[in-house]
């Protein structure tokens, strides 16, 4: 799913929007025993509860596609004749009205989700008549093209508030609140199935995660039954780890600000086109830019065999992932932060036998908040 069918269906979650008539919910105790489950229509609930429900529902589509969501794609037997595509199918078809296939749901999560603290599973069936779209990118609401029928996903942490003072205006003065449990934004959830082309695509859901260092493998083994995605954080070490030990020697300040700044680049570029479908790079691309920097061919042979080996050689990754716009040098006892602009003002070089970053301060330069003179 690109950035435009996730908005589109983001905008569903709004009480006078979406055609959801109840949701389903489980809570969960940290020693991972069902406490609760209800069913909880939508046509009785008050406006500040059906809006708590649909923010939090929302809130897992939300981020950026390809760090925090992420696809998940079922093989073609999957589809066909299996067990996880079986149940989430029936809990899509059932509208989530069949009692027997939502336990069997929740008890596969608990069974699978390990969490610090307690938590609530949520789940919610729309159907959205999805309006007709001209040439011209217009909307006709009286045409729809076909329904999408799909069940949403929102396993969110509960957590003990904090006891504080707040005002009374029946004792009209501040009293004690005692401690209570409330419901956070979701840690993980998904969409199934995949809104793609604008229309209903069974071979893939759609996953989030708001940890892009922890993608919860054990809850898309038991749900999805597919390999779980490299973790975006996890993405980026091994890049990083790819990067050094193939170049070895050939890892200077100059390639990796040059393969930072094309990234960056990339990024901006693909950001300014507000062009829907996520941006990829793949392996070709970065031995390019190696090749461009001068590294020696033995050097790039060596990035491409440790990618392939880390990553698989079909794969492609999001720029965004591998790259953080902020450049930072660090050693032991120094980081300095660089202007990714301005990396001129930095080089390394060796001084009478010791290595030496240095950094031009032309402009002003302050220590603690405080100008400082430089003086010859």
Known sequence: MNDKEISEIRRRFRADRSNITHIRGCYVNDNREIIASFDQSM?????????KYLALLKRALSGVPGKNLLDITFRT??????????LLSALRDSALKDE????????????ALTMETSYLILLAHDVYDVPYRGRGGGRLADASENQFSYVVCAVCPVKETKQQLCYSPEERRFVNRRADYAAAPPELGFLFPAFDDRSTNLYNALYYIHNTSQVHEDFIDAIFHTE????????RETFQAV???SLEEDCSLDVVQTVHEQLCGLIAEHKASREPEPLVITKVQVEDVLAACGVPEQG???FGQSFDEEFGPDAILSPSNIVD???AL????VTIKVNPERRDLVETRVIAGAKYILVRADEAVEVNGINIHINQ
Do not use: N
Not at 43 to 51: F, M
Not at 77 to 86: I, L, M
Not at 228 to 235: G, I, R
Not at 330 to 333: A, K, L, N, S
């Open 43 to 51: 046509g009785l609930a008050a406006e500040e509860e059906k809006e």
């Open 77 to 86: 037997q999957q589809v066909a004749d299996s067990d996880e595509h079986r």
């Open 300 to 302: 790039v042979e060596r």
């Open 325 to 327: 716009p902020q450049l």
């Open 228 to 235: 779980p995605p490299m973790a975006p954080d996890e993405q």
């Open 100 to 111: 027997e296939i939502v336990q069997e749901f929740f008890q596969k999560v608990v069974q």
């Open 330 to 333: 660090v050693t032991p006892d």
């Open 243 to 245: 990067l050094a030990g």
